[in-house]
């Protein structure tokens, strides 16, 4: 492991037990016994460090899915929806600290001023649920899946998947315990036998959609 990885994974340790705020650089030089004039070499300003910790998780999930991907052969669009969102919880565990960075506050409010953060918070969403909207279009082809948006349907599906990883970061739930749950669920939800039926659109429910992070157009 090179010096700047051992920097990033002591640093992800740090932010995510801590808090970044709470994060001094003399604590991620303690704990690595590299110099803090080296780190910030390396990394600039402790925002630089975060910044490429966001990057560095952006890049392996991209990179895992692809291989992931690969390895793997799927029946049908419904499979590959199922192995998605497996994959996801797997992701999650094996990469713990990463993730419990993304249900931290701090991340978002440095979005609302940082267009860098911002660009790799939507990346590492929208690389999860653009797989999943690949999934159940590949279902609507194959039949395994019934007519729906697609778009909206992955949104749905990551927010209930993202909802248990949030259960294991505050220890409230163990995900695993509700796998076969989830699978099931997803199942009722994406089977063609199922019936879409959107609400009439009225009031304020009319204009509801996905939104950037900070709520802009």
Do not use: W
């Amino acid at each position: 492991m090179t010096r700047k990885e051992v920097i990033l994974q002591a640093a992800s340790r740090l932010f995510s037990d801590k808090g970044f705020k709470e994060t001094s650089i003399s604590d991620i030089s303690e704990v690595t016994s590299v110099a803090e004039g080296t780190i910030f070499y390396h990394y600039k300003s402790k925002e630089g460090l975060f910044l490429a910790i966001l990057e560095g998780l952006k890049d392996e999930i991209v990179s895992g899915y692809d291989q992931y991907f690969q390895e793997k052969k799927f029946a049908s669009g419904l499979d590959m929806v199922e192995g998605a969102i497996g994959y996801y919880l797997y992701l999650a565990g094996m990469k713990e600290d990463r993730f419990h960075l993304l249900h931290h506050r701090y991340p978002y409010e440095l979005a609302a001023v940082n267009p860098v953060c911002r660009e790799h918070l939507e990346a590492i969403y929208n690389c999860v649920v653009d797989i999943f909207e690949q999934a159940i279009r590949r279902g609507q082809k194959d039949g395994s899946i019934g007519p729906m948006p697609a778009r909206k349907m992955a949104l749905i599906l990551f927010s209930m998947v993202d909802g248990l990883v949030r259960f294991k970061t505050y220890n409230l739930y163990d995900p695993g315990g509700l796998y076969n749950e989830l699978i099931s669920a997803t199942r009722r939800m994406l089977r063609k036998t199922s019936s879409y039926q959107p609400l009439e659109k009225s009031g304020r429910n009319e204009d509801l959609k996905a939104e950037p992070l900070d709520g802009t157009q």
